[in-house]
């Protein structure tokens, strides 16, 4: 297997609908040429009591079409959305032109929430401004780090003054007998998923541990579908 770190959004979704909502984490490409792309909403919190076959706190499900994800879910899943498609625009232009400045002053997360926040002009109604700001800025940064070191998962260490990190595959394998927690997943199946969804008929593709990319513990699992074209993405805190 492949792996291909932090793939551009356009490569990974068939439209923008979902920018400033999921992150493209990484993709895969298995011995069938065929690419997968592990994704997470980190950064926004979900609506529990919106339910439907598609998306819900959990899980996102995505069609593959031509390569790429295509969303037909409820994007009120993800509180303060509508913002969020804002806020993103403001927070990438502001890390193209400053990010290296970030990086050499190795400006801390509080200290960029704080001050980039003081200078937006969104006032978001339902977004978690906070937990969002510093989301993107770990993601951002983490991602900065790899492109300048060739060093996954850093951003702690170089900015936050953590330790080193272990080595890590960046995709996990799925296991019952693991960390993962894919164990607890399955016995709760019928809490987490609609009757439509039958996770023990997807393959298991395998698991990103969250506080690789961000400082969230909320890990994602990759499952497919593969006769119907299709992926579920499953949120679960580690």
Same mark, same amino acid.
């Given at each position: 297997m492949q792996i291909e770190l932090y793939p551009e959004f356009d490569e990974v979704f068939d439209?923008?609908?979902?920018?400033?909502? +999921? %992150?493209?984490?990484?993709?895969?490409?298995?011995?069938?040429?065929e690419p997968l792309y592990f994704v997470s909403s980190n950064g926004i919190w979900t609506d529990g009591d919106i339910k439907n076959d598609t998306n819900q706190s959990s899980f996102t499900c995505f069609e593959l079409k031509n390569g790429k994800y295509s969303f037909q879910g409820d994007t009120n899943v993800y509180i303060g959305y509508k913002d969020a498609q804002k806020i993103i625009q403001v927070l990438?232009?502001?890390f193209l032109e400053n990010g290296e400045q970030y990086f050499a002053k190795k400006i801390k997360t509080d200290i960029y929430a704080d001050n980039i926040i003081q200078n937006l002009?969104?006032?978001?109604?339902?977004?978690d401004l906070e937990y969002y700001v510093k989301t +993107? %800025?770990?993601f951002s940064m983490n991602k900065l780090i790899y492109q300048k070191t060739e060093t996954f998962g850093a951003f702690n260490h170089i900015i936050e003054?953590?330790?080193?990190p272990d080595k890590s595959p960046i995709v996990y394998t799925i296991s019952d007998e693991n960390f993962s927690g894919y164990?607890?997943?399955?016995i709760n199946k019928?809490?987490?998923?609609?009757?439509?969804?039958?996770?023990e008929k997807y393959e298991k593709i395998g698991l990103i541990i969250g506080y690789e990319f961000f400082t969230d513990g909320n890990d994602s699992y990759?499952?497919?579908?593969?006769?119907?074209?299709r992926v579920i993405s499953i949120n679960h805190y580690s």
């Open positions: 439209n923008n609908l979902l920018k400033g909502i +999921f %992150y493209p984490l990484c993709k895969i490409i298995r011995i069938n040429n990438e232009k502001d002009n969104i006032k978001p109604y339902e977004l +993107f %800025y770990e003054d953590w330790g080193k164990g607890d997943i399955e019928d809490y987490l998923f609609p009757k439509s969804i039958e996770i990759l499952l497919l579908d593969k006769e119907n074209n």
